[in-house]
């Protein structure tokens, strides 16, 4: 089954203790993304990747990391959590688009991040 | 500044009836514009994709419009159901993805 998978689904964490969310996929695409959610807010793009080893910033980028040294996996990197970074994340994956980010995105079924 | 609005963060209808969202944008020259349904607690789900140079694009009840001079997408449900009730989200392509905050659709029985 075609699938963009995360976890872990729920986490709850204290300030400044380092956390991973992993984020894999299964269908061969080169683009991925992170995006959190806060109500009001709607989605914002975290960081974003055309391909193994190629990463770009989004539109809030600050306080997080990404890597991609394989297709299939983005993991996403909160080196020193914050409560405001307290949010609903999720993982999206797709074919790459000509010029342009992306075509239609996959979306994992997010993680809810709590941090006190 | 740049910017992508959609109409209303609600919209209440009768069944049957056709929902009309709508999304603008200002500042952003998009190669084409995707829109997406959210329900609570799930990951969104792609519907359709419009490019630039289409005007119109029809999935079974659903049309969306794409006018780039006024900067706007229309996204239509016509015979709309209670089980359309979700949130719906425009977003444009970019060199990254750039989302609007949803629509609330309530579709009344």
């Known amino acids: 089954e075609a699938q963009v998978t995360q976890n872990p689904r729920y986490l709850i964490t204290v300030t400044g203790k380092k956390l991973t969310v992993t984020c894999s996929q299964n269908?061969?695409?080169?683009?991925m993304s992170w995006y959190r959610q806060d109500p009001g807010l709607g989605l914002r793009q975290i960081y974003y990747s055309m391909n193994v080893e190629v990463t770009d910033k989004g539109d809030v980028p600050e306080g997080y990391k990404v890597s991609r040294k394989e297709k299939r996996n983005f993991p996403l990197i909160l080196e020193s959590p914050s409560p405001n970074q307290t949010s609903l994340y999720f993982c999206?994956?797709?074919?790459?688009?000509?010029?342009?980010?992306?075509?239609?995105?996959?979306f994992g079924p997010g993680t809810r991040l709590t941090v006190t | 500044s740049q910017k992508i609005e959609q109409n209303s963060e609600a919209l209440n209808i009768q069944e049957g009836k056709t929902a009309t969202l709508t999304c603008n944008y200002t500042?952003?020259?998009?190669?084409?514009l995707q829109w997406y349904r959210q329900d609570p607690g799930r990951g969104p789900v792609f519907l359709l994709l419009i490019r630039e140079n289409e005007k119109e694009k029809r999935k079974e009840r659903l049309k969306v419009t794409f006018d780039t001079t006024l900067k706007q997408s229309l996204f239509h449900i016509t015979a709309s159901q209670p089980a359309d009730s979700a949130t719906y989200l425009c977003a444009l392509a970019l060199p990254d993805m750039r989302f609007g905050a949803g629509t609330r659709l309530t579709v009344k029985p």
């Open positions: 269908m061969n695409h080169e683009y």
């Open positions: 500042n952003y020259s998009p190669a084409y």
């Open positions: 999206a994956s797709s074919f790459k688009g000509r010029g342009v980010s992306s075509y239609e995105q996959y």
